[in-house]
């Protein structure tokens, strides 16, 4: 069914209703109302009302006589045919309720409410007759340049409303209608950009001839860092302006990304759109309106952009694939970089998939032939890749109760006499991740979830990384009472940052972590500091690792490369190989040439040996070959069950019966139930089952199946995470 057509069961209509029910319901459409799918509705719901979609033609499930007919229709543009489809094949794919995914569509509900028009005003018919001089400034100003709002007019002419109000009345001044909003600016495709180097010209070509094809395809931009993959796929981009067409653009760390937004300004002279959490509300539905109306020309934003309800997309870039951020691990659980894939194939246009370290899914469905490859294979310029180097913490230990080793703390030494700078990376925010009892051994426990208190000696505070629990730092122990006796345990950035102001006292030091920086101002002007070259010493969590470009910093330390090997999941040394280059690549961008001084205490891991010696290849190719072999992913399937409730004899009881009721088969695999490593969280107990498929097997419709007979009680909830990233 198209856009244009109305229901066809007669007079009737499926209207999707924003809450988590298995689908859409049928209502009558009384005589008079015209509903075609994608129009937004009113509609009764048990004792209420409440918005809906028209998803389609009615069910005929139930009898006409017992339905009840849609209450009106609401002045909003339909939600379009390409994003109804996306949030069907996204809700089967994830074993969501489409209604759920329907509303990620309609993240602002205000945007659902007509804007209304903004009042300006311009010089009226009449020439009052009593003119004193502020009258006669504003008519001046009115007479010239662009209509006014009536601020607008008394800032400019430096007088009070009451002056711009009698004007209106005396016929000088008179109203005009202005659109609610201003248009986007729209950004310059045909501006030219940096000249490319060969590499580059040839990977834009590649990228362009896929825009301007007009049909899918996934596209894996690879290249190390400071390649230029941002400049190749702006190309893509201008290609995709100049077709008429809207881009979108996802980002992992969009309120962080205040050097990218500035580059795509610098490259098409006007500001990208920008989707994020950060918005005002105001901005939020200006740009949603925007979006739905095919005013917006290129997007940016995070993973939740991609739910927006474009109506002439042309092109998916999403920036750092590989990057875990992709995944949302609550609500419905999806990896954004999959869905951008999906939502590619059903829009008809291509996908850009951009990285130095692409994700083992990613490679895997380039040796497929599902996805093609283009390559940067140099840095841009003269800037060469830098030197990985271990350091043996077993044969160079730090003095005790300090992090950094002896080489490390005298390279960053060097750093600073050469006025370079230098950069210490450890992804742990806080001062102490761990606080314990020197008399009695306990250790402060999280009250809500199995997880300690981290420390944040800044702040004051103790806090839970998992559920926000915040308290004040006890003086005495809560166990056995004894004063002044707890203890930090292991470094946060904070406690790095006091390590190294005693170590170098006159270097200007800056710290970067979430909870430390506000939000995008405060990041951008941390940033500029760097780049003015008023701080020398850089320390920071993994938002340093993402996107910045500094050119006078030389020195990375890594101080605890061991710490994404401890938890041992599936792509624990995948992931530490992505970070970890990902810091480095910070290193020596310009004609500066920079070192890693990697600290780690298990220098023969593979991912260590990989990443010093510099043969990358064979690491990711092993690390493929043992995913294969346990026929992981991604050449195998998985998908947890989380069985959690207050309840722990009822969370127990339900993942026993979960258990009872698996799926059979050579291809299926299931395991569990287990307590979770996280087994209480924000007060609800935790069961996990763990599902191991062939990918033949088509697993949302097994475990919707498998759940949906399942009954639970109280608040006990199972929650279906196809695709696990986190594995807590
Ligand atoms: P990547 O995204 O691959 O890490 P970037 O696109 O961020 O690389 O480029 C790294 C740096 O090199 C940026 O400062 C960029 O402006 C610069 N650069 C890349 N290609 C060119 C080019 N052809 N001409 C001028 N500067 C370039
Ligand atoms: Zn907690």
């Known amino acids: 069914m198209t856009d244009s057509d109305s229901a066809e069961a007669p007079g009737q209509v499926a209207v999707l209703l924003p809450l988590p029910l298995a689908g859409a319901y049928d209502y009558l459409v009384p005589p008079g109302l015209q509903v075609a799918a994608g129009d937004v509705v009113v509609v009764p719901f048990g004792k209420t009302t409440s918005l809906g979609v028209a998803w389609g033609p009615g069910t005929g499930a139930v009898a006409a006589e017992k339905l009840r007919p849609v209450a009106g229709k609401v002045e909003c543009p339909p939600l379009p045919e390409e994003t109804r489809r996306f949030v069907d094949k996204v809700a089967d794919y994830t074993v969501s309720p489409p209604g759920a995914v329907a509303r990620m569509c309609f993240s602002v509900s205000a945007a659902l409410q007509p804007p209304s028009p903004r009042i300006a005003y311009r010089r009226g018919p009449k020439t009052p007759e009593r003119l004193t001089p502020s009258r006669r400034r504003v008519l001046e100003i009115a007479g010239e340049g662009p209509v006014r709002t009536m601020a607008d007019l008394a800032e400019s002419a430096g007088v009070g409303t009451g002056v711009i109000r009698g004007l209106i009345d005396a016929g000088g001044l008179e109203a005009v209608l202005l659109p609610p909003y201003d248009p986007p600016a729209r950004p310059d495709w045909q501006r030219a950009g940096p000249v490319l180097n060969q590499d580059q010209v040839t990977a834009a070509a590649a990228l362009r001839a896929a825009v301007e094809a007009g049909t899918y395809s996934t596209r894996v931009l690879e290249g190390v860092t400071g390649a230029g993959k941002t400049e190749v796929y702006f190309e893509a981009i201008a290609a995709c302006l100049a077709a008429g067409k809207q881009a979108l653009v996802l980002l992992p760390e969009i309120a962080l990304s205040a050097q990218w937004l500035s580059r795509f300004e610098a ?64 609500g419905i659980r999806y990896q954004a970089r999959d869905m951008a894939v999906l939502r590619g194939a059903l829009g008809g246009f291509p996908v850009i998939l951009s990285s130095a370290t692409p994700s083992l899914e990613t490679r895997a469905n380039v040796q497929r032939g599902r996805y093609s490859r283009v390559v940067l294979a140099n840095r841009h310029g003269s800037a060469v890749l830098p030197q990985m ?15 950094l080793s002896p080489v490390l703390t005298a390279a960053v030494q060097e750093t600073l006499e050469r006025k370079e700078q230098a950069l210490l990376f450890l992804n742990r925010r806080g001062y102490a991740p761990l606080t314990l009892c020197g008399a009695c051994g306990h250790r402060l426990q999280c009250p809500n979830c199995s997880t300690w208190l981290v420390e944040h000696r800044l702040a004051g505070r103790l806090r839970c990384h998992h559920c926000g629990y915040e308290a004040r730092l006890p003086t005495e122990c809560p166990a056995c009472g004894a004063e002044g006796r707890l203890k930090p345990c292991g470094p946060g950035i904070e406690r790095l940052v006091e390590e190294a102001t005693g170590l170098f006292p006159d ?37 340093l690792a993402k996107g910045h470009h500094f050119p006078m910093l030389t020195l990375v330390g890594v101080v605890d490369a061991d710490l994404g090997l401890g938890g041992g999941d599936l792509r624990a040394a995948e ?22 001084l990697l600290q780690t205490y298990a220098p023969e891991a593979p991912v260590l040996r990989a990443l010093v010696s510099g043969d990358v290849e064979s690491f990711i190719e092993s690390e493929l070959e043992a995913r294969a072999q346990a026929g992981m992913p991604p050449y195998g399937r998985l998908a947890a069950l989380i069985v959690s409730g207050s309840d722990l004899e009822r969370v127990v009881e339900t993942g026993k019966a979960l258990a009872r009721s698996a799926p059979q088969g050579a291809e299926i695999e299931v395991w569990g139930p287990a307590a979770a490593p996280l087994s209480l969280l924000r007060g609800r107990h935790r069961q996990r089952l763990l599902v191991k498929a062939d990918r033949g097997v088509r697993l949302g419709e097994v475990l919707r199946a498998w759940v949906g007979g399942i009954r639970t009680r109280g608040n006990t909830r199972i929650d279906i995470d196809v695709d696990p990233y986190s594995f807590l």
């Open 267 to 330: 490259r098409f002279g006007a500001r990208p759109m920008e989707w994020h959490s950060d918005l005002k509300p105001f901005e939020r539905r200006r740009n949603w309106r925007q979006i739905v109306s095919g005013e917006a020309f290129v997007v940016v934003g995070a993973r939740s952009a991609l739910f927006l309800p474009f109506t002439g997309l042309g092109l998916i870039v999403v920036d750092e694939e590989h990057d875990g951020s992709y995944k949302q691990d609550d």
């Open 389 to 403: 180097r271990a350091v043996d913490l077993r044969r160079d230990p730090p003095p005790r109760g300090r992090w």
């Open 507 to 543: 270097a200007r030091i800056a710290a970067f972590a979430s909870d430390l920086l506000t939000g995008p101002r405060q990041a951008q002007a941390m940033v500029e500091k760097v780049l003015a070259g008023e701080v020398d010493l850089l320390i920071g969590t993994q938002i």
């Open 575 to 596: 992931r530490t190989y992505q970070l970890l280059s990902q810091v480095a690549g910070r290193a020596g961008r310009a004609e500066h040439e920079g070192r890693v």
